[in-house]
T-cell receptor, first 109, second 115 residues
Framework: GIQVEQSPPDLILQEGANSTLRCNFSDSVNNLQWFHQNPWGQLINLFYIPSGTKQNGRLSATTVATERYSLLYISSSQTTDSGVYFCAVEDNAGNMLTFGGGTRLMVKP | ETGVTQTPRHLVMGMTNKKSLKCEQHLGHNAMYWYKQSAKKPLELMFVYSLEERVENNSVPSRFSPECPNSSHLFLHLHTLQPEDSALYLC??????????????FGPGTRLTVL
């Protein structure tokens, strides 16, 4: 099956700093999504982005499907950004999502 | 408390046992999910129930059998498991359809150990 790798696995930031999270995938995909799992157990959909660039407030994402990677940018980070960020892809064979290992982010005040 | 409960929280079972994991959501959602989270491995989506339709990950072995009697309850029936099935099993629910289109609310998980 398709492989999804995220980097870095762990990231500690000072509040106000910017960061880039990366997601690499091994095959063509129908869909790619970025999720944020907060400390209260919610997995929140951030972006539905099979290709191109999208922005939502301090967050933006870019997927380059031909090169099989996606980037999530967090600017002016806040303590509420802490949690685990997952990239998940839907391959061409079906509609189940395959998740990457996640990036655990801690933003310190 | 996210509105999704799971029982039991911990389970130790032998390879010949049959057990069931239970999940209940109190959020009025229409979709429920089973995930497997193993140490040092990515989160794996196992099954999705959305408006009584089931979607399954073809890589999940048949020794895992889901049941969704109604939109609020989800079970995962386990039989003849292997030690490598030891993991944290997470249940989630969402308002809308298949995985990823809505915010998913996770339960606390069942920590399963297969001896």
């Amino acid at each position: 099956g398709i492989q999804v790798e995220q980097s870095p696995p762990d990231l500690i930031l000072q509040e106000g700093a910017n960061s880039t999270l990366r997601c690499n995938f091994s095959d063509s995909v129908n869909n790619l999504q970025w999720f944020h799992q907060n400390p209260w157990g919610q997995l929140i959909n951030l972006f539905y982005i099979p290709s191109g660039t999208k922005q939502n407030g301090r967050l933006s994402a870019t997927t380059v499907a031909t090169e099989r990677y996606s980037l999530l940018y967090i600017s002016s980070s806040q303590t509420t950004d802490s949690g685990v960020y997952f990239c998940a892809v839907e391959d061409n064979a079906g509609n189940m999502l395959t998740f990457g290992g996640g990036t655990r982010l801690m933003v310190k005040p | 408390e996210t509105g999704v409960t799971q029982t039991p929280r911990h389970l130790v079972m032998g390879m010949t046992n049959k057990k069931s994991l239970k999940c209940e959501q109190h959020l009025g959602h229409n979709a429920m999910y089973w995930y497997k989270q193993s140490a040092k491995k990515p989160l794996e989506l196992m099954f999705v129930y959305s408006l009584e339709e089931r979607v399954e990950n073809n890589s999940v072995p048949s020794r895992f059998s889901p049941e969704c009697p109604n939109s609020s309850h989800l079970f995962l029936h386990l039989h003849t498991l292997q030690p490598e099935d030891s993991a944290l099993y997470l249940c989630a629910s969402s308002q809308g359809g298949l995985a990823g289109s809505d915010t998913q609310y996770f339960g606390p998980g069942t920590r399963l150990t297969v001896l």
